[in-house]
């Protein structure tokens, strides 16, 4: 393939900066990302990993640079459900009348059309997607009841519902209980074997090597990228944090 030819099945950033006034979000960060792998992005505070999550939803327009999200500008990707995100938290009324079924469901309404009436198939994928993060029982269950972890775990099930190619997880396993984290590590793995392309921001470094197959070092450009045991050496991660996490601890 042409270099000059992005793979439509790859996520690409070429060169990309992005600038918030004066402040500088990315520094012409280049990676692509090929199907089938869940990749860890890592950084400390202000490195850029949302403002690149960002980028690739199509909510931040790089002041330069490109980015293709399985060949598609990634506002369009968005808008086709190719590209679904996760993020850290999200505030939830407690006493919102939505169910656990409703808030998955929500992944589905870019397929609905301007009804969001749901057909047999989107009610089928949020069973399906319930079932894998082994909260069938709290479908019907208001989701200001669920416990962090399983909060979590509904958000993820939205999601997978969606049917995105291309899933972005920010600090997914942030204030979860073991069973959620064993869970949506499980569940990353088997979307990755489902052939979808899955990115992870995380503060958790010890556990990258076992969940991702290949990581970014991200400071506000790319500084390493490929097998985690390669990427989290106490050099390259001091080129990013300027001591040694593992050994501190982190």
């Known amino acids: ?51 690149l999550f960002k980028t690739v939803m199509g ?89 962090g972890g399983q909060r979590k775990r509904a958000f993820v099930a939205r999601g997978i519902a969606q049917g995105a190619d291309v899933l972005l997880l920010d600090e997914p396993f942030a204030g979860v209980d073991k069973r959620s984290e064993a869970t949506i590590s499980r569940l990353l793995r088997e979307l990755a074997a489902d052939g979808k392309t899955v990115v992870v921001s995380t503060h958790d470094l010890r556990a990258l090597p076992a969940l991702c197959d290949e990581a970014i070092l991200l400071l506000r450009r790319v500084l390493a990228h490929g097998d985690p045991r390669d990427v989290l050496r106490p050099e390259q991660l001091a080129r990013a944090f300027g001591l040694d996490v593992l050994a501190e601890g982190d």
Do not use: H, W
């Open 59 to 147: 909510l931040v327009v790089p002041d330069s640079g490109t980015v293709a999200v399985m060949g598609l500008p990634p506002g369009i990707a968005r808008k086709r459900g190719i590209v679904g995100y996760v993020p850290q938290s999200e505030e939830i009324d407690a006493q919102f009348p939505v169910s656990v079924a409703d808030v998955v469901m929500m992944g589905r309404y870019g397929r609905m059309g301007f009804t969001r009436r749901p057909r047999a198939s989107d009610r089928a994928a949020v069973v399906d997607a319930l079932e894998r993060v082994e909260l069938t029982e709290f479908a019907d269950r208001q989701i200001g009841q669920l416990s």
């Open 1 to 51: 393939m042409s270099a000059d030819r992005p793979d439509t099945r790859t996520l690409e950033l070429r060169d990309v900066t992005v600038r918030y006034g004066e402040v500088l979000g990315l520094d012409g960060a280049s990676v692509a990302i090929r199907p089938g792998r869940v990749c860890g992005l890592v950084g400390m505070n202000g490195s850029g990993k949302s403002t």
